[in-house]
């Protein structure tokens, strides 16, 4: 499975929109872009995937570059309950998904 | 939303001792299902995977007879922690996958803290 990069951290305040980076350059055509993200003590989440188009849903927005290499999750307001570690995660013609160390959102009132 | 259980929520096993937890998927069909382990401030790890009827198929490095899984029906996968240990003390999450056309989602457990004295 293709590899990810994205920042340890990021901080929001409160009702502001977050913007979360990941890096991922060696994307094959078949890989699809998956986002979960994980509160303390829970089991991961799922958010959003996209292959090649933009795509929106109810918790967020992925925006996907042109030549995929890279792609941003946007929470359009951050809220508390937000705070999280979120993953960006390629998932290609195999059924497992392969965690990278994620990006741990604080969201601060 | 698909919903995935485990059971226990919570664990606390002697050193020596197994022990069980379950996976089941509650308003759909699972033919694959996976297992993960995480450690404290840790990423999840995959240990393996699940299909129904069939024999797990496991990471490298993980101990396939010290990790027990069984995947005897679309709804229930088993992972059973055999001669547990105190390094064997971790948050164990299952996923399963829905069946059909890609991108197959998965959807997570609420995961299973081990605890072995």
């Known amino acids: 499975d293709a590899k990810t990069t994205q920042p340890n951290s990021m901080e929001s305040n409160e009702e502001e929109p977050v913007h979360l980076p990941c890096n991922h350059s060696?994307?094959?055509?078949?890989?699809?872009i998956h986002w979960y993200r994980q509160l303390p003590s829970q089991g991961p989440e799922y958010v959003i995937h996209?292959?090649?188009s933009n795509v929106n849903n109810r918790m967020a927005s992925l925006a996907i570059a042109e030549d995929r290499k890279s792609s941003t999750l946007i929470l359009h307001r951050a809220t508390l309950r937000d705070a999280a570690v979120y993953y960006c995660i390629l998932r290609g013609n195999t059924d497992k998904l392969i965690f990278g160390t994620g990006t741990r959102l604080q969201v601060f009132p | 939303g698909a919903v995935v259980s485990q059971h226990p929520s919570r664990v606390i096993c002697k050193s020596g001792t197994s022990v069980k937890i379950e996976c089941r998927s509650l308003d759909f069909q699972a033919t694959t299902m996976f297992w993960y382990r995480q450690f404290p401030k840790k990423s999840l790890m995959l240990m393996a995977t699940s299909n129904e009827g069939s024999k797990a198929t496991y990471e490298q490095g993980v101990e396939k007879d010290k990790f027990l899984i069984n995947h005897a029906s679309l709804t229930l996968s088993t992972l059973t922690v055999t001669s547990a240990h105190p390094e064997d003390s971790s948050f164990y999450i299952c996923?399963?996958?829905?069946?059909?056309?890609?991108?197959?989602?998965?959807?997570f457990g609420p995961g299973t803290r081990l605890t072995v004295t």
């Open positions: 060696t994307i094959s055509g078949t890989d699809y």
């Open positions: 996923s399963a996958r829905l069946a059909g056309v890609p991108p197959y989602e998965q959807y």
């Open positions: 996209g292959l090649t």
